[in-house]
């Protein structure tokens, strides 16, 4: 005979699992819509035309979208004194030299910090997590006086050498090769492996999940650096640069100010998209036991 109390607990169960699974189906659905709302703000402000900027109240939709935003962008960075074109080259020469700089020196000192034993190390470890309480602004004056004594201002290296190393990279790199079984470093230091054989083909191979969370951060802090008191040459400037610039032009160029942060928007999201592929895919697909 069939048991229908059982079936009956059973069909309270699959009901329970279905409804909170639906509730959170919902709140995420909700969250999502929340984080997608400010870029969604953002593309229909730069397809506006710039008497529908300043209705009151506000539409979160525009009656007669338009392109001209966008070609009023490319026509004023084409008055400026030096090239469009220029600005997009510091740009991206800025970015992927910090990001691959970035990544490098992180997964170096990650892996001394995690696998190496030496004196001072767990002050050093202490002083990392503190740091992450400081914002860069902190010290901003104190590494103004530095790149001034050491002749960098007005240079990509005043750009380029303070975003290369920062306290959350570091700690990143550090809290995922911890979970490397020190039984696989000490196997190949019996092969003979040197330290940089095992950093490099030994620990870094595994680490693709938190190389690429640190790829997106590095990439989108880089693309975003204007240079503000470090650079005065107008050839040196970046693309933030040229938003700031026509966003501080006034109510006539707010259209434009939208096309441009639009424009500064799709790098970094195309960036994130593919990154975060990697992410899920290795994070599903390479645990480590020992």
Known sequence: MIDTRKMKESNKQAGTKVGSTTGIFIFLLILGLFMALPIYLAVVMSIKPVQELFIFPPKLYTLNPTLDNFKDMFKVAGDLWVPFSRYVFNSVFITV???????????????????????????????IVVSLLYQSNVIYIMQYIVMAQLGMIDTYWALILPSIATPMGLFLMRQSMTQVPDAMIEAAKVDGANMFTICWKIVMPNQKPALMTLIIFAFQNAWNIAGGGLVYDESLKTLPTVVQQAAAAGLARAGVAM???????????LIFVIAQKNVIETMAHSGIKD
């Open 259 to 269: 096309a441009s942060a639009v424009f500064m928007l799709i790098p970094p999201i």
């Open 97 to 127: 030299t910090v990001t691959v700089c970035h990544c490098f020196v992180s997964a170096m000192a990650a892996f001394i910090l995690a696998k190496c034993r030496f004196p001072g190390n767990k002050i050093l470890n202490s002083i």
